[in-house]
C-alpha cells in the first residue's frame, strides 16, 4: 500500500504492521532484544504494547466480549525486553477477553525490580508466571505449596572426574 501523511505526501509503498490484523490472523512475532546501551527494549515495548491493545480491541468487537480463539502472548524475559507497566494488572482482565499471558521471569527479584514488590506477587499469586529453574527452589516450594501439591524436583549431576552434585526439593 502506498503510504502516505495527514498531508497527503507519499512516504513509502512498503507493508506495514497492524497490530490488529496480526491479533486477527495466524502468524507468530518473535520480539527480541539485548540489554545494554544499544537496547531495542523500548520499540520491543510498544509494539508488545500495541499487539496487547490490537487483542483488547477485537476482543472488544468480539461476542461477549472475548475472543472466539484465544490470543497467546508467551513473554520471555519480559523484565528485560518488555517491561510494560502495566503488566501485573491486565493478567486478571485480559483473562476475560481470551487473552492469556504467560511471562517468563529469572526470579522474583527481577519482576520486583520492573514492576514492584506488591504488582509481582499478585502476577505471581494467580496468573502464568514461570521463572528459570536455576537458583529458584524458593519458587519451586512456594509454588507447590501453593498448589496444594508435593514437590518433585531432583535435580542431579556428574562428571567423568567422579563428582556428584545432588539436590532434591
Same mark, same amino acid.
Given at each position: =500500500?502506498?503510504?502516505?501523511?495527514?498531508? #497527503?505526501? &507519499?512516504?513509502? @509503498?512498503?507493508?506495514? +504492521?497492524? /497490530?490488529?490484523? +496480526? $491479533? %486477527? *490472523?495466524?502468524? !507468530?512475532? &518473535?520480539a527480541l %532484544?539485548?540489554? #545494554? /546501551?544499544? %537496547? !531495542? @527494549?523500548p520499540l520491543t515495548t510498544a509494539l508488545i504494547g500495541q499487539v496487547l491493545a490490537g487483542a483488547v480491541e477485537l476482543s472488544l468487537k468480539s461476542r461477549g466480549g472475548r475472543l472466539k480463539v484465544p490470543f497467546v502472548a508467551m513473554l520471555d524475559e519480559a523484565a528485560n525486553i518488555c517491561p510494560l507497566k502495566d503488566l501485573p494488572k491486565w493478567y486478571s482482565h485480559f483473562g476475560s477477553r481470551g487473552i492469556i499471558l504467560g511471562t517468563f521471569l529469572q526470579s522474583t527479584k527481577q519482576g520486583v525490580r520492573v514492576w514492584g514488590k506488591e504488582d509481582t506477587d =499478585?502476577?505471581? =499469586?494467580?496468573n502464568t508466571v514461570i521463572f528459570s529453574l536455576v537458583n529458584s527452589a524458593g519458587i519451586c516450594r512456594s509454588t507447590t505449596s501453593r498448589a496444594s501439591v508435593p514437590p518433585v @524436583? $531432583?535435580? !542431579? @549431576? *556428574?562428571?567423568?572426574h567422579g563428582t556428584q552434585l545432588s539436590s532434591a526439593l
Open positions: =500500500a502506498n503510504v502516505r501523511t495527514e498531508t #497527503g505526501e &507519499y512516504m513509502h @509503498a512498503l507493508p506495514e +504492521f497492524d /497490530p490488529l490484523e +496480526f $491479533v %486477527s *490472523s495466524t502468524d !507468530t512475532l &518473535y %532484544s539485548m540489554e #545494554g /546501551p544499544d %537496547s !531495542t @527494549a =499478585a502476577m505471581i =499469586a494467580g @524436583a $531432583v535435580i !542431579t @549431576a *556428574s562428571s567423568t
